[in-house]
């Protein structure tokens, strides 16, 4: 089964350094990737998705992330961080062969930003 | 555009009773797929309904359940709640069950749910 892996479950930064949130996933066929943030009791908000072509996207809020199928991740990465970038981010897969309405998701980066 | 919407936002049961949590999706959006956030689990995938029919479904016990009505709002059913049960469930919409940009999910603000 596919499965994803946040290698950091807390990052903490100071203000206008920049940032990376790892992301690896378990399959390298045809998938997929998504990372989602989420803000103290809200939903989850689409920062970015990787489905075709370029391996660097760029999302909202300044984040971008780059797909790397022959190491199987998927790095969100931000030049410089500002307080209200305070949440905590999902990487998500969707394996085209079982589904791609099935998200399947990391346990989650909390990214602390510090003044 | 109004986005998805989900009542209640929250709610407080006790072990043993059922509960209906419901779903308004983004107008157009035929799909609709729920999930489970635990602390422990983190989010888990519930199931996922495109025109009235389940088109997947994840690995929850036979306890949940959900449909999908013709205009695309869903609701997902608790019975017998159990104290892990206590969850924030959020649904997510997209367009179609199809492929490309369609398979964007736009979340909803979640139900929390706590079973005392």
């Known amino acids: 089964a596919q499965s994803v892996t946040q290698l950091d479950s807390q990052v903490p930064v100071f203000e206008e350094a920049p940032v990376e949130l790892r992301c690896n996933y378990s399959s390298s066929v045809s998938v997929y990737l998504f990372w989602y943030v989420q803000y103290p009791n809200q939903g989850l908000q689409l920062l970015l998705k990787?489905?075709?072509?370029?391996?660097l996207v760029k999302g909202i809020n300044g984040f971008e992330a780059e797909f790397n199928k022959s190491q199987t991740s998927f790095h969100l990465r931000k030049p410089s961080v500002h307080i209200s970038d305070t949440a905590e981010y999902f990487c998500?897969?969707?394996?085209?062969?079982?589904?791609?309405?099935?998200?399947?998701f990391g346990q989650g980066t909390r990214l602390t930003i510090n003044p | 555009k109004a986005g998805v919407t989900q009542t209640p936002r929250y709610l407080i049961k006790t072990r043993g009773q059922q509960v209906t949590l419901s779903c308004s999706p983004i107008s157009g959006h035929r799909s609709v797929s729920w999930y489970q956030q635990t602390p422990g689990q983190g989010l888990q995938f519930l199931f996922e309904?495109?025109?009235?029919?389940q088109r997947n479904k994840g690995n929850f016990p036979g306890r949940f359940s959900g449909r999908q009505f013709s205009n695309s709002r869903s609701e997902m059913n608790v019975s017998t709640l159990e104290l892990g049960d206590s969850a924030l469930y959020l649904c997510?919409?997209?367009?179609?069950w199809g492929g490309g940009p369609s398979y964007e999910q736009f979340f909803g603000p979640g139900t929390r749910l706590t079973v005392l």
């Open positions: 309904y495109f025109s009235e029919t």
């Open positions: 990787y489905l075709s072509g370029s391996t």
């Open positions: 998500a897969v969707s394996d085209l062969g079982r589904g791609a309405q099935k998200l399947v």
């Open positions: 997510a919409s997209s367009l179609a």
